[in-house]
């Protein structure tokens, strides 16, 4: 008989809760997994129903069940926040600590306050996998034994997790293993690592993260711990890994902790800086281990499938008679040919629908798409290794997947299901994911639609680089038609955001020797006038504009709005001011009937540009607040950061460097949270360089010319490359280094075909290292001839420091300075 007593201990005092508590739902909520989830995503920081259900992949109703017994339990405590205009519910532990006593009755006590020990049951599975049956890697096997950092990659299944856990087992060293998972977080390492150490007599973290101290503290306690428990670090599956945070500890690790082995496993390279860190990639078994792999009658399959271990696997475990059949099968064939058909229908059916998505999903997703899985079958595929489920997610074998999609019937009918299903979704990643299936559908018609909704909202994701590979793969397998023209044109888009501009020019021409509507041929000048006006070639971007606008038949629209706003901004440029202020008023009118259009506020933007050129600063200044506001409006923050870049150039006309990098600031802050813009990124930061620099904040100066150079290495666009020239040669000059800021200066102004305003500033740096250098009369000649260019371009604006250097210049020739 239970003698059933739970003591509560809340600040001090202690009472019976027999009443209240019964051990008996204390004991079924902590044997039910999901409630211990639960309890493992809040013990970290307080959560909600809905972050929870998202967190774990499973229905809001599911958990509303579990939080019910974790209350009847008294494990956990609600409370109201406020979020915004509305209040939300979160939840946290009740407890910190529950002691479970058998002497002399059962009885439990559970210690109440604020959380401060997490207790996991995940935390403690930190041991090595065994393994079985592993045959040869005698070389890489030394690879790792004489190396202190290893990373491990290859494809899927080759072995990567095995190689690691078979070298950990044969140490006698201490072995802290972890399998990353996409929702990981520092938190939950550092305190997995925590729980490790304090089995092993370090318990200095453990207490550090119960006291809250800063994460530095506990990054380098756990860098120690590890250290003196004599351990080796291992992470498995660290591609998965989304945390910045984890990357850094792991970086620290390498730096900090040269003599305590680490072991990485991923598919690919991670982003780690250490150079201490080696890499091993893993290949195929050699013929001879792969046949000890497979062994028996089996060793046959080896000279059809090479060496992937997985594979070999897989085939060794179905129950089929393999033969010796032709040894010129393909692996897809084979397992297509002999596997598939000794398997039941019901498993067939299973890994049919499952191969027609690209990587994991969520099996509750593909049993909305084609109904529920026989539970049994699907538990059958699991054993023999055809797929892998865990928390809801399901995996399958890359070869079972492709030979699997290739024996499907009714292809594009199931494509056409998913393309729905994904299109539904509201994230990016999804969409690009619809698609995909929408182009394997083969339905051009809803294609146009989806490219005519979608599109530029993909072109400005964070996800444009993988939206383009899409694009790309879906041109190359259509025939010529209307689709494939406007998919060759978004091709064409994304090179030109991408400022990879000869391929953009490339798929614009494609897209014209497909047959297209004239509704594209709008489309194509304009983005083929803009991508002309970043290579420099300012003349040929207005005549490609002025051509299309005398061809155009809709007058008055948004098409002939766009086209006037780009034609407007080349006319500034070339100097030609006045039919720039002819076109833009003509575009501004236009745009008046269509103010919810972004072209609206751009046409704006232009024209406070053209005012700035102008030297007009009090009208240029007034009209770039009234397009912010616009842009802030319609949360178009592209359009917002241009704004403040304006802003910026007008406080550096009137003598205010420190406040222009004040708005340089906001500008760059929001183009690294918008993350798709890395050349406007790197000009903004070019340009808040040069402020700098004229200022005397060198040390600032050099730290965001560093920065322009990683960004700018991102990238293929030359202009900018000859824009870091220009900054490096300021930079240089500024610091009295003539010798080599001549010659960054010459580089520069190679780049002839680059921005003009970015070459007259070379040429103004250049007069200022000839005068230096005592060549005055050259200087004289080289701000002559800017001075002239300016007034005949009527750049005003630009007009007043170039006079400025040529008194300068003048003061020393006739002083003998």
């Not at 506990?218 to 660290?238: F, Y």
Request: proline share 2%; charged share 30%; hydrophobic share 40%.
């Amino acid at each position: 008989m239970f003698r059933a007593l739970e003591r509560i201990f809340i600040d001090g005092d202690c009472y019976k809760s027999v009443e209240r508590q019964p051990i008996h739902q204390l004991l079924r909520a902590l044997s039910d997994k999901r409630c211990l989830d639960i309890l493992n995503i809040i013990s970290t920081e307080p959560s909600y129903t809905g972050e929870l259900a998202s967190h774990l992949k499973i229905k809001e109703s599911r958990i509303s069940e579990k939080i019910k017994i974790l209350k009847s339990a008294g494990l956990i405590t609600e409370e109201w926040k406020r979020e915004g205009n509305k209040l939300v519910k979160y939840l946290k532990p009740s407890m910190r600590k529950i002691n479970i006593s058998l002497d002399g009755g059962l009885s439990v006590e559970t210690i109440s306050d604020r959380p401060k020990e997490i207790v996991d049951y995940e935390h403690s599975e930190y041991n090595p996998p065994s393994v079985r049956n592993f045959v040869g890697r005698k070389e890489e096997y030394k690879f790792l034994k004489d190396n202190h950092h290893i990373l491990i990659t290859g494809i899927p299944g080759i072995g990567k997790s095995a190689m690691a856990a078979h070298f950990v087992n044969t140490q006698k060293m201490n072995t802290f293993w972890h399998d990353i998972r996409e929702t990981d977080n520092l938190k939950h390492l550092l305190m997995k690592i925590a729980i490790f150490l304090q089995r092993h007599g370090d318990e200095s973290l453990i207490n550090s993260l119960q006291a809250e101290r800063d994460r530095r503290v506990h990054v380098n306690l756990a860098i120690t711990g590890m250290r003196k428990t004599n351990s080796i670090l291992v992470l498995d599956d660290v591609h998965k890994c989304k945390d910045a945070e984890i990357f850094g500890l792991v970086n620290d690790f390498l730096k900090s902790v040269p003599e305590v082995k680490v072991i990485l496993a991923a598919r690919s390279r991670i982003p780690l800086v250490a150079t201490s860190l080696k890499t091993l990639v893993l290949g195929e078994l050699p013929p001879a281990e792969a046949k000890k792999l497979v062994g028996g009658e089996s060793r046959s399959v080896v000279k059809r499938f090479g060496g992937h271990p997985l594979l070999l696997k897989i085939i060794s475990n179905l129950p089929v008679s393999l033969g010796e059949g032709s040894r010129t099968v393909s692996p897809d064939e084979y397992v297509m040919n002999v596997i598939m058909p000794s398997l039941p229908k019901g498993i067939v059916t299973i890994i049919q629908q499952l191969s027609f998505f690209r990587g994991e999903v969520k099996r509750e997703d593909a049993e909305f798409i084609f109904g529920k899985f026989n539970s049994e079958e699907f538990h059958n595929a699991e054993n023999i290794g055809l797929l892998r489920s865990k928390n809801g997610i399901v995996s399958m074998n890359d070869m079972v997947r492709e030979a699997a999609y290739l024996s499907a019937d009714n292809k594009e009918d199931v494509h056409w299901k998913l393309a729905t299903f994904y299109v539904s979704k509201n994230s990016s990643e999804s969409k690009i994911e619809g698609f995909h299936h929408l182009w394997k559908s083969r339905r051009n018609e809803d294609i146009l639609k989806f490219l005519d909704q979608y599109s530029m909202q993909l072109i400005d994701s964070g996800h444009m680089n993988n939206f383009q590979k899409e694009l790309i793969e879906a041109s190359d397998s259509m025939a010529v038609c209307e689709a494939k023209a406007v998919i060759l044109y978004w091709i064409g888009r994304s090179y030109r955001n991408s400022r990879t501009y000869k391929k953009a020019l490339e798929y614009f021409t494609k897209a014209r020797l497909c047959p297209h509507s004239p509704d594209l041929e709008m489309h194509i000048a304009p983005s083929e006038a803009v991508v002309l006006q970043y290579m420099g070639r300012i003349e040929a971007a207005r005549d490609v504009l002025q051509s299309h606008l005398k061809t155009l038949k809709e007058r008055g629209g948004i098409v002939e709005g766009d086209i006037l706003n780009t034609l407007g901004r080349s006319l500034t440029y070339l100097g030609e001011l006045k039919e720039a202020e002819r076109v833009l008023k003509r575009s501004l009118k236009i745009f008046s009937n269509f103010k919810e259009s972004r072209g609206y506020w751009v046409c704006l933007f232009h024209i406070a540009f053209m005012e700035y050129v102008k030297g007009n600063l009090k009208e240029a200044w007034a009209v770039n607040e009234r397009a912010a506001s616009g842009f802030l409006n319609m949360n178009y923050l592209y359009g917002y950061a241009a704004t403040q870049q304006t802003k910026a150039f007008i406080m550096e006309s009137t003598g205010r460097f420190e406040s222009a990098i004040d708005k340089y600031d906001e500008a760059i802050d929001i183009l690294e949270n918008l993350g798709f813009s890395q050349s406007d990124l790197a000009f903004t930061l070019m340009k808040k360089t040069l402020a700098n620099i004229h200022i005397g904040r060198m040390e600032e100066a050099s730290k965001d010319l560093n920065k322009s150079k990683n960004t700018i290495s991102q990238t293929e666009d030359e202009l900018l490359k000859g824009m870091l020239s220009y900054v490096e040669g300021s930079f240089l000059l500024k610091k009295k280094k003539l010798e080599l800021a001549r010659k960054m200066l010459n580089k520069a102004m190679k780049y002839e075909s680059s921005d003009p305003i970015m070459l007259w500033g070379v040429r103004l740096q250049m007069a200022k290292l000839l005068s230096i250098n005592g060549k005055k009369k050259d200087a004289e000649k080289l701000i002559l001839d800017l001075i002239s260019d300016l007034e005949r371009r009527n750049f005003f604006v630009f007009l007043k420091e170039a006079k400025d250097i040529h008194k300068e210049i003048e003061t020393m020739r006739n002083t003998g300075i």
